[in-house]
């Protein structure tokens, strides 16, 4: 009877352990730490596979140099490459032609991936070559290397959505381009729109000198961007002038009234316009005139304080010379603030890739460069990673009030970064001590100092991505540093209202005027391997003085050594 019971016993059990173990479900988002540390290592080989494809996206963009809202050719090659990839991609969105979203992937987490894509007025410059030698003498130019982020980031897309579709990792990798930023144009009406309502987190990738990323305060001026138009009546000049009202005084009146209003504001305000129209020819009083002002402040209250007493002196200008005037919002940007506990994370990730080996030809390039521009310090290209630290500078008394910042440059990745957990990774593309959206910081940016930037940022970025969706408390901390720190005594409020659009017109005259120079150096990566190879660039290009000098430089820090 007993030998019967255990038969009867086994019977039952193992077809239920059999059972069991063929309905145990598969990995998916379980969190292993020996299998998370192997799927990165395998992110890292397959980003190196992909180093072609990033080298190709880098150059191609770099020759399409498109000012923001013009981005026509930099739109068609990356929808087309993401569609062919499987993504699904909405084109359009929030009334800008060259904007999109692609998505791949479904459920939680999503998981935002951005970058710009627009590039600097009369920046045209020959890559490789340590001086000044525009592509189309005026045209625009990459100098500040927006053609990069969008490789960093489809690479990494491509390699993280192969393991997720391996491995049945659930999760939403959602691309986007910051159009326009120059301009200020896009991200809040991305953020107005709704298209970030329902994302877990964003990484946001930016050209940099180093391989970095930072949390908190970041330190910069948010602003508004604000074009005020004057009209009056026009009139023979020199025949009837009496009978003319001069829109153009209006903006010049303003422009003056501005300028002594500076001695009173604050030293944290940054401020800057250009004369956007100034009339048709001299013998016509103008009848049409406009002004394009940017108003900089370190915060929301500021910034508005700002932009009002700017419509006030607008206002003035026109009652002193009897014209009539309007005014319309063409960008704005908070101040940013970036969340800690992604990037500690992302942290983590940098400290495992490092900084690419840069070769002795990247450093001649680097230092002939800084030379050229007079940079602070002429030390190449940077061999030693920051430091991941608190964005927020040191706090100082100014006229009785504590203030954390001089203020600086915007970026309206911050309004996206006021909407959910973000955070900025900044990859070694360029060379430091340049001057910024100039035509020198384009030098490096379609060269290999570029290419390896963009694959250690890739590898940084995929590792990351995947850290977020095997490890749910990453996505949990950000929100909560998010929810009780970041926004615990600040509210995003937005700087445009429903009724603006963006200024899709913007920077059309001039993409007219240039294309057609532009489209005869687009980049073909089906001839050349590279975009040096096909302009027939040797690399680095240096005149002889600069080799000279840095022949030079080079011996007498071979002495100081031997000594």
């Known amino acids: 009877m007993k030998k019967f019971t255990k038969i009867l016993l086994c019977l039952i059990v193992v077809p239920t352990l059999v059972l069991a173990q ?101 920046a045209s410059q020959k890559p490789g070559v340590a001086y000044h030698d525009p592509l189309v003498e005026g045209a625009p130019g990459h100098g500040e290397g927006h053609n990069s982020g969008q490789a960093l980031n489809i690479v990494s897309a491509l390699v993280v959505k192969q393991i997720m579709e391996r491995e049945k990792l659930s999760g939403t990798l959602m691309l986007w381009p910051g159009v326009a930023e120059e301009l200020v144009g896009a991200k809040a ?66 422009n003056i009234g501005w300028n002594f209003r500076r001695e009173h504001l604050e030293l944290t305000q940054r401020s800057h316009y250009v004369i956007s129209d100034g009339g048709d020819q001299p013998n016509v009083v103008p009848s049409k005139a406009a002004v394009w002002y940017y108003f900089r402040e370190r915060s ?74 007079q940079a602070p310090k002429v030390e190449g290209l940077a061999m030693k990673l920051d430091s991941l630290k608190p964005s927020t500078a040191p706090t100082v008394m100014m006229g009785g009030q504590a203030m954390t910042s001089m203020g600086g440059g915007s970026d309206d ?24 959206h100039h035509w020198s910081n384009a030098i490096s940016m379609a060269t290999p100092i ?35 720190e970041q926004t615990k005594d600040i509210k995003y409020t937005p700087l445009i209202s429903p009724k603006e659009v963006p200024a899709v017109y913007l920077n059309k005259e001039i993409m007219t005027k240039y294309k057609p120079e532009l489209k005869k150096y687009y980049y073909d990566p089906t001839k050349y391997k590279t975009y040096l190879e096909q302009l027939g660039i040797k690399y680095p290009t240096l005149r002889e003085d600069q080799k000279a000098e840095l022949a030079k430089e080079k011996e007498k820090e071979k002495n100081t050594k031997g000594k």
């Open 189 to 254: 009406f991305y953020v107005r729109d709704g298209y970030f309502k329902d994302v877990d987190a964003c990484i946001f990738t930016h050209v940099g000198n180093n391989l970095a990323v930072s949390h908190g305060d970041a330190g910069n001026n948010g602003l508004v961007s604000v074009k005020f138009n004057f009209e009056g009546q026009a009139a023979h000049a020199a025949g009837a002038p009496w009978r003319g009202k001069s829109a153009l005084d209006a903006v010049e009146l303003m």
């Open 413 to 436: 990745i911050a309004d996206i970064s006021w909407s959910l957990p973000t955070v900025v990774l900044r990859y070694p593309s360029n060379i430091p001590g340049l001057p910024g």
């Open 22 to 122: 063929s309905k145990k479900p598969k990995a998916g988002n379980k969190l292993d730490n020996t299998r998370l540390e192997k799927l990165k290592r395998e992110a890292l080989a397959e980003v190196d596979k992909r180093k072609d494809l990033a080298q190709q996206i880098n150059d191609m963009l770099f020759s399409f140099s498109e000012l923001g809202f013009q981005e026509e050719e930099t739109f068609k090659y990356l929808t087309t490459l993401l569609e062919k990839e499987g993504f699904k991609v909405e084109k359009g969105i929030s009334n800008m032609p060259t904007a999109w979203i692609a998505t791949w992937g479904s459920g939680k987490p999503v998981i935002a991936i951005g970058s710009d894509v627009d590039c600097i007025p009369k």
């Open 450 to 484: 570029a290419h390896k930037g963009v694959v250690a940022g890739a590898k940084v970025e995929a590792m990351t991505l995947l850290d977020m969706l095997m490890k749910p408390e990453i996505i949990k901390n950000a929100w909560d540093y998010y929810k009780n």
């Open 300 to 373: 929301y209250p500021k910034i508005k304080k700002l932009y009002e007493t700017g419509v006030k002196i607008a206002e003035g200008a026109a009652l002193m010379t009897d014209t009539k005037f309007t005014y319309e919002i063409l960008g704005s940007a908070w101040p940013g603030h970036f969340n800690r506990p992604i990037a500690e994370a992302m942290n983590e990730n940098i400290l495992k890739v490092g900084l690419p080996t840069w070769s002795e030809e990247d450093q001649m390039l680097a230092k002939a460069s800084q030379k050229e521009l």
